[in-house]
């Protein structure tokens, strides 16, 4: 978060903006620990002092960084609201997570890339509550180290910031313990996006909380076909990739020559164009069309892209988008992908919406009301 330019706050101004904060925080159940972490600060000391007036360093810089976090917070509820879209796909890859979380197992998933993987595995985790996290494994998240800090930080496991990385294991440890109850209670389910960022010391400390009689963490890896490869790679886990290979018990991997659906197609467009308040159905020429492009290197992530390009361009020219299968080629060097038609003029009629480029309306139409 990139706090405001200096500026001197007046104190009703002060005032207001904490108010505000302190109210989203009751609302949403965010402790003053994690609102501290939200404004750049270690702990919740500085936040906790700032709101009863007993602060002694810049307080301008807190507030300023608070006002920025409700702008943030404003910026993403304007945001449309993005619900998860069935496919089948995605239903296959569900039924591996549940799978893994019911038995518990660990579980693998792989798929080429856009074809809604991280989707499902959110929604999965969306759906299991405080039963499963799922986790985008970024070039900060590789490392034994840096894997416990971020698990301890998200399921609420507190220690002191001077915990050792052992520590911190042994309080997860306990946390997941206490989750499963040796059987009687619920497994906790860690899915593992990206999973071959992963490097062999975190890799060996997730099986560890699944081999753990007392834990038994159901774990989902997920990623793209070089998962599949570097779970046979021995040089990834010295001496151990047969030992985790062998604990999977439920696998989705999906062929790259596997035909994207018509169905699943649609399900996706029609979700987006929901959302953009579309209500109208697609020419079957325009849906032929975002399927042929599913097939290339992007799948499901290629609909969405150019749905979306073709309402912005849209938009640029002042007029309304058909959604055409000509509009949606027309933006393909929009998203790096080439057009398959010749273009001697744009598709988007020139206007405003309410004139008489009429969404789908056909040119011919157009032009018999403009004589």
């Not at 619920?186 to 909380?209: K, M, V, W, Y």
């Not at 963490?217 to 010295?238: C, K, Q, S, Y």
């Amino acid at each position: 978060m990139s706090p405001e330019k200096r500026k001197t706050f007046s104190p009703a101004e002060r005032r207001r903006i904490v108010a505000e904060v302190v109210r989203r925080q009751e609302a949403e159940g965010i402790t003053n620990g994690e609102m501290g972490l939200a404004l750049g600060y270690r702990g919740g000391a500085v936040w906790s002092q700032v709101r009863n007036e007993k602060y002694a360093g810049d307080v301008d810089r807190c507030i300023a960084r608070a006002a920025q976090w409700l702008r943030d917070r404003s910026h993403r509820a304007d945001a449309p609201a993005v619900t998860y879209v069935e496919t089948s796909i995605g239903r296959q890859i569900m039924a591996v997570c549940s799978r893994a979380w019911a038995l518990p197992t660990i579980g693998l998933v792989v798929t080429p890339s856009g074809a809604g993987k991280t989707a499902a595995l959110a929604e999965f985790a969306r759906r299991r509550g405080e039963r499963a996290l799922w986790l985008q494994v970024g070039e900060d998240l590789t490392t034994r180290k840096a894997l416990l800090e971020e698990l301890c930080l998200r399921l609420g496991v507190a220690l002191s910031p001077s915990a050792s990385s052992d520590d911190r294991a042994r309080g997860l440890k306990k946390h997941f313990a206490n989750s499963y109850l040796g059987g009687k209670g619920s497994p906790f389910c860690l899915l593992l996006d990206e999973a071959t960022r992963i490097r062999a010391s975190a890799a060996n400390l997730l099986r560890g909380f699944h081999d753990d009689p007392a834990c038994r963490v159901a774990l989902v890896f997920a990623g793209t076909e070089e998962l599949d490869a570097l779970m046979h790679n021995r040089a990834w886990i010295p001496g151990g990739t047969a030992q985790l290979r062998s604990r999977v018990a439920a696998a989705y991997q999906m062929r790259l020559t596997r035909e994207i659906s018509m169905a699943d197609v649609q399900a996706v467009g029609r979700s987006i164009l929901k959302s953009m308040g579309i209500r109208r159905d697609l020419a079957a020429a325009a849906w032929k069309y975002l399927r042929k492009i599913a097939q290339a290197d992007g799948r499901l992530r290629n609909v969405a892209k150019r749905l979306y390009a073709v309402r912005d361009t849209a938009e640029s020219a002042g007029a309304r988008p058909a959604f055409s299968a000509r509009e949606l080629d027309f933006v393909a060097t929009l998203v790096n992908q080439p057009c398959e038609f010749v273009h001697r003029e744009s598709p988007f009629p020139k206007g405003p919406a309410s004139s008489s480029a009429a969404v789908g309306e056909p040119a011919e139409a157009r032009r018999r009301k403009a004589s």
